[in-house]
């Protein structure tokens, strides 16, 4: 055996176990990076969980209180008429869009269709939860909680109870109710800070 031959011998070992500690390493790595992110989404499908049982009750309570309060043509003033709270009736959709449409066409738009969108966003905030940043998950689980508050009226009695006006002179809004509220924030939420995409601090071996 020749010298060049005898000396590569320590260099192709010691090679060897870099390699080995290399996919090692990046093994560790990459089971670390996934156990984080399953932690990550565990933690904020429970966050959006607790959203949408608290703003579902609180949405229910309220419109069952506005159905039993506020009879008919009674009206609750707050702030110099800045909050007036009235029972409405609503067939249509968020600020009684779609109200003039037939019966059949709204069973279409508002229940079919929102129930459609409702199941895929669930599954969307499902499958990016654990690398979206917190806006993301706070803004959708918003807005899939106040679309199940509207659609369990729909189904129930198919009108929406609404019993809230803001507005000051002739600056008013349309009637609305609490998971419209949760609707509109959550489309802010996610137009304005939601990123599908959140920067992660990874844990991992250093080469």
């Known amino acids: 055996m020749s010298r060049s031959e005898t000396d590569n011998t320590p260099l192709d ?16 790595n990459g089971a670390l990076d996934s156990l984080q992110a399953t932690q990550r989404k565990r933690q ?21 209180w506005a159905r039993v309060t506020l009879q008919p043509f009674t009206e609750l003033t707050y702030f110099g008429g800045l909050i007036r709270l009235h029972h409405s009736e609503n067939p249509g959709a968020f600020l009684s869009l779609g109200a003039q449409l037939g019966e059949h066409l709204r069973l279409g738009i508002f229940t079919i269709l929102v129930c459609v969108f409702l ?5 969307m905030l499902i499958k990016k939860a654990a690398f979206a940043n917190w806006s993301f998950v706070i803004g959708w689980a918003l807005l899939i909680s106040g679309g ?40 802010l939420v996610v137009l304005v800070w939601g990123r599908e995409q959140a920067p992660q601090e990874t844990i991992g071996f250093k080469r």
């Open 44 to 64: 904020r499908l429970t966050i959006a969980f607790v959203f949408f049982v608290i703003i579902n009750v609180v949405d229910q309570m309220t419109k069952q």
């Open 13 to 28: 070992a010691d090679a060897l176990r870099a390699a080995q500690f290399s996919d090692i390493s990046s093994g560790l």
């Open 119 to 123: 199941i895929w966003a669930t599954w």
């Open 148 to 187: 199940v508050g509207n659609v369990i009226d729909r189904v129930w009695k198919s009108t929406v109870t609404d019993f809230m006006v803001m507005g000051y002179g002739s600056l008013q809004t349309g009637v609305f109710n609490v998971a419209d509220m949760a609707i509109m924030f959550g489309i």
